[in-house]
Structure formats: structure tokens, C-alpha cells
């Protein structure tokens, strides 16, 4: 029995260290990860750290050159995301935007309301012979003001911002000489277009924004006195001013970030400027030019 357990042991033994020379390769070295087998074996059974870190750039660069549309973000079940340009506050500072020459897009929108001055001082009214009285002394100054709305689209780049403006406004006065002309009475609705460049990237934020415009206008007019009445259109004039608008956001950054994030301001401004309409050069339609008249108003930026 003894002999057995002997025999028994030595072939347990045996077969322990063929498993081990098995391990081993014919230089005498244990296979692990580092070893010339073991790389061939994990190189084999799949893509090298290398080439898998190679692919994710090329990926990447091809991301930057033509990014994934609506359709390959959906067939890839990828979700994009906007940056966020909130930066967090504290007790003192509260939230507040990221600088707007950072969080800017490159199209956005403009809003505007004007109310101006202005007043036609070479309108001549056909109630009147011209000779006799002047528009000063037959309407004076209006009170109401020229009341203007506008739209206008931005392209924003290094230098600032050009935008393709178009504007419809309401003029109205009435007679402040009864005993030469009785009661007349002149409305007009302006049509405007023009282009506006606006220096808003001076600053970090457009605390100040200076701006240029120029553009053309026309009037669809209604004079009238007692039963009479006279109608028409002028054709298209030149007009040009400049202005500068004075950004609001900083009197509440957090009502500023509130905004931007839920309803995409970018900015609520209140502004000044002066406009100078020039006349058509057409002697037989009505003059509707006007001098250097000021402008103020309110405007936002989406």
C-alpha cells in the first residue's frame, strides 16, 4: 500500500510540472500581456489601444468638418447638446450670462419700437396755395409722434453686426391754422427697408453700441378736409442716420439670465438716434423728406 501511495504521488507530481512547461515558452519565459506571444495573441483577437485611439480622432475631425444632422443623431441615438451660457452665481453676484461676444450665434433677430419726431416740413397741401403758408404754419408740430415698429435679421461677426432691417410706422397731425385751412387733418403710413451696421462687439458686453443706417422709405398718404379728401403714395426716397443703443441687462443680471435661458434674449436695449429722410426729386408727387429729426425707443434682441 505504501508503494501505491508513492507511485501515486510521483504521478501527481508529474503531471504538475507538464502543466507548467506547457505554460512556458521555448525560451523559458512565463506568457503574460508584455511578452511577444501574448501581444500577438491580443493583437490577433481584435483592433490595437492604438488603432482604436487613431479611429476616435479621425471620427472627431470628421465630426468638426461636417457635423451630425438631425437624421444621424437620431439613427446613432445621440443627443445634442447646447453649451450652457449661465454662469453660476453666489449670495453676492446671483446668475449671470456668459460675455456676449462668446454666447452669441452668428444669425439671431432684432425687435424695435420707435417713436420720432419727425415731421414732412416740405409737405404742400393742396387745401392751400403754398404761397400763402408754409407746413409749419398750417400743422406745426404733430402730437403724435412718427410710431414705428421694425424687424430686422442680424449676421454677427468679429467687427459687429449687419442686419437687413424692414419697418412700418403710422404719422398723423391735424390743422393748427382753422381760419386758413378748417379743420384738415394728414395720416400717413410708412413703409421702410435698409441695412444697419451696429458696433456691438467694442465691448465684452454691448454696453454702448454705435450704429450706422441708411436705407429707402415710402408714405401712403390721407389729407383731408371736411368732405374732401386726397390720396396717394410717394415713390421710394433715400433716407440715412446714425444712433447708439444702451444695453439694459446689467440693471438685472438675473432677470437678464432668466430671459436668455426661457425665452432666448439676448439683450433688451433702449436707444437714440437721428434720421434724416431726403426727398424723391419727384415734383409731382408729395414731398414727404424731412431734416435731421431725433428718435427714441426700445428695442430686443432674440
Given at each position: 500500500?505504501?508503494?501505491?501511495?508513492?507511485?501515486?504521488?510521483a504521478v501527481v507530481w508529474l503531471v504538475l510540472f507538464a502543466s507548467i512547461a506547457l505554460a512556458e515558452d521555448s525560451s523559458g519565459n512565463t506568457l503574460d500581456s508584455n511578452s511577444t506571444a501574448a501581444s500577438g495573441y491580443f493583437h490577433a483577437s481584435g483592433p490595437s489601444r492604438e488603432e482604436i485611439i487613431q479611429k476616435i480622432k479621425k471620427e472627431q475631425e470628421n465630426y468638426w468638418k461636417k457635423p451630425l444632422s438631425y437624421e444621424d443623431l437620431k439613427k446613432r441615438q445621440l443627443v445634442e447638446k447646447v453649451p450652457n451660457m449661465v454662469l453660476p452665481g453666489n449670495?453676492?453676484?446671483?446668475?449671470?450670462?456668459?460675455?456676449?461676444?462668446?454666447?452669441?450665434?452668428?444669425?439671431?433677430?432684432?425687435?424695435?419700437?420707435?417713436?420720432?419726431?419727425?415731421?414732412?416740413?416740405?409737405?404742400?397741401?393742396?387745401f392751400l396755395n403754398p404761397n400763402q403758408a408754409s407746413f409749419s404754419d398750417i400743422?406745426?408740430?404733430?402730437?403724435?409722434?412718427?410710431?414705428?415698429?421694425?424687424?430686422?435679421?442680424?449676421?454677427?461677426?468679429?467687427?459687429?453686426?449687419?442686419?437687413?432691417?424692414?419697418?412700418?410706422?403710422?404719422?398723423?397731425?391735424?390743422?393748427?391754422a382753422p381760419a386758413e385751412i378748417g379743420n384738415a387733418q394728414l395720416s400717413a403710413y410708412e413703409d421702410r427697408?435698409?441695412?444697419?451696421?451696429?458696433?456691438?462687439t467694442i465691448w465684452r458686453e454691448p454696453v454702448i453700441a454705435p450704429y450706422i443706417m441708411g436705407g429707402a422709405y415710402q408714405f401712403q398718404y390721407t389729407e383731408q378736409q371736411g368732405n374732401a379728401k386726397l390720396n396717394g403714395r410717394t415713390t421710394f426716397a433715400p433716407y440715412w442716420g446714425a444712433g447708439?443703443?444702451?444695453?439694459?441687462?446689467?440693471?438685472?443680471?438675473?432677470?437678464?439670465?432668466?430671459?436668455?435661458?426661457?425665452?432666448?434674449?439676448?439683450?433688451?436695449?433702449?436707444?437714440?438716434?437721428?434720421?434724416?429722410y431726403l426727398s424723391s426729386g419727384q415734383t409731382s408727387e408729395r414731398d414727404f423728406s424731412s431734416p435731421f429729426s431725433l428718435s427714441v425707443g426700445l428695442s430686443v434682441e432674440l
Open positions: 500500500m505504501r508503494k501505491v501511495a508513492k507511485i501515486a504521488a449670495n453676492t453676484t446671483g446668475y449671470r450670462l456668459v460675455p456676449y461676444r462668446i454666447r452669441r450665434n452668428r444669425w439671431d433677430n432684432q425687435i424695435t419700437f420707435t417713436a420720432s419726431e419727425y415731421s414732412p416740413a416740405n409737405y404742400q397741401t393742396d400743422y406745426g408740430t404733430s402730437g403724435l409722434p412718427l410710431l414705428e415698429g421694425s424687424y430686422m435679421i442680424r449676421y454677427n461677426f468679429t467687427l459687429g453686426a449687419i442686419g437687413l432691417e424692414a419697418a412700418y410706422g403710422f404719422y398723423k397731425t391735424n390743422s393748427k427697408i435698409g441695412l444697419r451696421y451696429i458696433m456691438d447708439a443703443l444702451f444695453q439694459l441687462n446689467w440693471t438685472d443680471a438675473n432677470a437678464s439670465a432668466s430671459g436668455y435661458e426661457e425665452a432666448g434674449i439676448e439683450n433688451w436695449y433702449v436707444f437714440t438716434e437721428g434720421r434724416e
